[in-house]
Structures are given as structure tokens and as C-alpha cells.
């Protein structure tokens, strides 16, 4: 029985070597857009992450300043115990107060309030910002509606470092009467703050006892008062060269303009301390820019922060104003 043979048709070399060069040449432009994907993926991530942290920051800035007491706010050269003009007095342009700084109230205390009208809290805040003023004295104010006992306890967690220790309380906290002066630089020393700012000793019920006054010196009581444990200060402090190296920054000398922005807080001005006597803590890291202005109640803040990706840099701007 005869078999019929077929013979099948295989592919000459030419298409052979057609298909791999074909192949060759989609893998190839394949690799390509998922390289290109990957690194805008990487890149996108990178500022997007940059962006967040600037917001985060600048939002920081501007919860605090909101509290700010006016004519509290200056602007100080490099160092601590440098010269400072108030925030509305600095020009255009200026390179040489870098420092911000300024005296909050304590609206946490302010805004707490107590959760048991049988033990007194009912809703009333831990100071309530008001002085009875026929009811008090040059130095000791009567203040209705307050709980200085719980506002020591507020202040107490509030200053707290890691280490758990605190600050002396409401001790060493100051009271203002804003209707009292029309002076800049406020609480500061070498400000006008002599007369317009008084360091409280204690505080128990509803009456604060504040330091005594001598004999040529003048307190006026008023209505109102606002209450300040704290000033803070946003400082620039330039990075080193082993810092710059280690965050991928060779291109950029020391001096450039490149820092981390710390926020110092827990320090009483007033008292004679500067904010190196306060405690502090990494605001955000690789700032290129932080400028601020001052005009009348409001303030503007620019910051930019600058990210290493891969020997590639990119720079992230926030821009916000405060209305006190």
C-alpha cells in the first residue's frame, strides 16, 4: 500500500531572521516606555511627597501665627540674642533677618472646656480672657469664668519634651492688656515691654497672682487680657557639607542656600530667655526659600523645598498669608 508523503513548508533563514529583528525591536521599545513610565512614576512620587511636606509645614506656620499676639511678631537677625525690627518694618529684599518669631496666646487653654458642671468645669474655658477689673489689683488679677487649676495642667502636658519633663506650668506665663500699648516688639528684650507685659507666679480658681511692680512703675488693668505661655521661632539653620553630601546635594557649596527651618517653642521672652532656651524640633528639611512680610494684621509666607532624585533636583513652592 503505497503512502502518500507530504511535505510541510518550514521558514527560509530570511523570515527566521526577520522575526527576531522584529522581535529585537518591540522588546526594545518596550524596555524603553517602561523605563520611562518608571521614572516618571518615581518622579511624579517625588514631588508629590515634596509637595506634601511643604504644605504640611507652611500649614504649621500659618496654625501658630493665627494665635500670634500683635506687635509680638518680629523678624531677627542670625542667633538668638541678634537685633530684630517688628515684621511691618522689614523692606523688600531684606537677606539679614531670617528669623521669625512671635508671642502666641494659649487658645488651647482657651478653647478647652471643662466636661463636669458638678466639679466646675460646665463649659467654661481654662482662661476665659476677661478681668473684673473693680474686683482686682495691680497684682493679682480676679478673672470669672476661669479654671486656672486645669490651664496648669494644660500647660504642663503642652510643654512636655520626650522625655517627659515639663515646664514650671502656668508660673512664668505672661498676661497682656492689648488695649494698653501702641508700641512695637512687644515682650522682647530690648522692646518696649516694660509696661505692656506682666509675668503671672500662679494662678489658682479664678485669680491670677502676677509679679509685684515697683514703686516708680505703672500697671494698668484692663477688661480683656490675652495669656501667653510660649513664643516661638521659625530659625534656618544652614546645612553642613557632610549633610549636604549625605542627602545627595554635592553640587551645592555650603552657604548656598540650602537649610533646615526649626521651630523652637517653649521659651518665655519676656522673662529674659531667647528661643535657645526653648525646646525644638525639624519643621522640614532642604529649604531653598523662606521669605515672609508683614503688613497690618496680616502676614505672607513663601517656602520651597528641594528634593534629590537620582542626581536630578526638584523644588517644591508654597506661597499662604495669615489674617489675625
Known amino acids: 500500500m503505497m503512502q502518500t508523503l507530504r511535505h510541510k513548508k518550514a521558514f527560509s533563514m530570511i523570515e527566521v531572521v526577520f522575526v527576531i529583528v522584529v522581535l529585537g525591536i518591540v522588546a526594545s521599545i518596550g524596555s524603553q516606555i517602561i523605563v520611562q513610565v518608571y521614572e516618571s512614576y518615581i518622579m511624579q512620587r517625588a514631588v508629590h511627597r515634596s509637595h506634601i511636606k511643604t504644605e504640611l509645614a507652611i500649614t504649621q506656620l500659618v496654625n501658630r501665627l493665627t494665635y500670634s499676639i500683635p506687635r509680638t511678631v518680629i523678624a531677627r537677625k542670625d542667633g538668638a540674642n541678634a537685633d530684630f ?3 511691618e518694618s522689614i523692606l523688600p529684599g531684606d537677606t539679614l533677618h531670617t528669623t521669625l518669631e512671635w508671642i502666641s496666646y494659649d487658645n488651647d487653654g482657651f478653647s478647652a472646656v471643662g466636661s463636669n458642671p458638678t466639679t466646675g468645669g460646665g463649659r467654661r474655658p481654662a482662661w476665659s480672657g476677661y478681668a473684673d477689673v473693680t474686683a482686682s489689683s495691680k497684682d493679682l488679677i480676679s478673672t470669672p469664668g476661669s479654671r486656672l487649676d486645669a490651664l496648669n495642667t494644660i500647660i504642663n502636658n503642652l510643654s512636655k519634651n520626650a522625655s517627659g519633663t515639663a ?4 508660673a512664668n506665663s505672661a498676661i497682656l492688656f492689648p488695649d494698653t500699648y501702641d508700641a512695637y516688639t512687644v515682650g522682647y528684650a530690648g522692646g518696649t515691654s516694660a509696661e505692656n507685659i506682666h509675668t503671672v507666679l500662679s494662678g489658682t480658681g479664678t485669680a491670677l497672682t502676677l509679679d509685684p511692680i ?3 512703675e505703672s500697671r494698668t488693668v484692663k477688661e480683656h487680657y490675652k495669656l501667653a505661655w510660649t513664643a516661638y521661632a521659625v530659625v534656618p539653620v544652614a546645612l553642613t557639607e557632610a549633610e549636604l553630601h549625605d542627602r545627595g546635594f554635592d553640587d551645592i ?7 533646615d527651618l526649626k521651630l523652637y517653642y517653649d521659651y518665655q521672652p519676656w522673662e529674659g530667655e531667647s528661643y535657645s532656651n526653648g ?16 503688613s497690618g494684621s496680616s502676614i505672607r509666607l513663601k517656602l520651597c523645598q528641594r528634593e534629590n532624585i537620582g542626581g536630578m533636583t526638584i523644588n517644591s513652592c508654597k506661597e499662604k498669608a495669615v489674617i489675625r
Open 85 to 87: 525690627l517688628p515684621i
Open 167 to 170: 515646664n514650671s506650668g502656668i
Open 214 to 216: 515697683d514703686a516708680n
Open 253 to 259: 557649596d555650603v552657604g548656598d542656600g540650602l537649610w
Open 279 to 294: 525646646k525644638s524640633q525639624i519643621l522640614i528639611r532642604n529649604i531653598s526659600v523662606f521669605n515672609f512680610t508683614g
